[in-house]
């Protein structure tokens, strides 16, 4: 009975440990790859198309965007859908989702970001982050889980408003009146700014 209660307990720190290391390594993850799309965003002799380019090839390995746009579909819309429906809408979503964040990023040069503890729950790491300006301090939480190419981000909450709450509420509203392919050509269409 006690070498069952000791290997529970071995277990038990084992477990605690690799959590740790995995908040830890996922906030130096995201920190690393923010702190290098400011210091892109800082600097002055970039033109913001190159900047934005720049932003992607660094965020872009961090994101499922796969899993994102899956995700802002639901399970309401995405099982239904055929594969080339699928494939031709998650391009699309990508691509407006990268456009959207890097408008956003954009909008932060001068900013201060300061990083809050990782909180893991069930298989999930969240990091709350704080844009803090002269006048301003914008709350953002990222949202990573395990995927088969290490811890990425599913989901964003800006303010408390989820990116990917949003964009399902968006498309439902499109899809609860017409078809997938009303939401294809929506995508198509340059977002308003």
Do not use: C
Not at 134 to 142: T, V
């Amino acid at each position: 009975m006690k070498s069952l209660l000791y290997v529970v307990f071995i277990l038990l720190i084992i477990t605690q440990t690799g959590l740790a290391d995995d908040k830890s390594a996922v906030k130096k993850l995201l920190e690393r790859k923010l702190d290098a799309a400011i210091a892109v965003l800082q600097k002055k002799d970039l033109e913001q198309k190159e900047k934005n380019k720049k932003i992607i090839e660094i965020v872009t390995p961090i994101f499922n965007f796969p899993l994102m746009a899956k995700l802002s579909l639901g399970r309401k819309y995405w099982p239904g859908l055929a594969k080339e429906k699928k494939e031709r809408f998650t391009d699309l979503f990508i691509k407006r989702l990268k456009e959207s964040y890097v408008g956003n990023l954009t909008l932060y040069t001068d900013e201060k970001v300061v990083y809050k503890p990782p909180v893991h729950s069930k298989r999930k790491i969240k990091i709350l982050t704080e844009l803090i300006s002269k006048n301003n301090k914008i709350l953002m939480l990222y949202k990573f889980h395990q995927s088969k190419h290490g811890w990425m981000i599913y989901d964003i909450e800006v303010q408390g408003v989820s990116i990917i709450s949003t964009y399902r509420s968006q498309f439902d509203q499109i899809l609860s009146k017409g078809t997938i392919d009303d939401l294809l050509l929506k995508l198509e269409k340059p977002e308003k700014k």
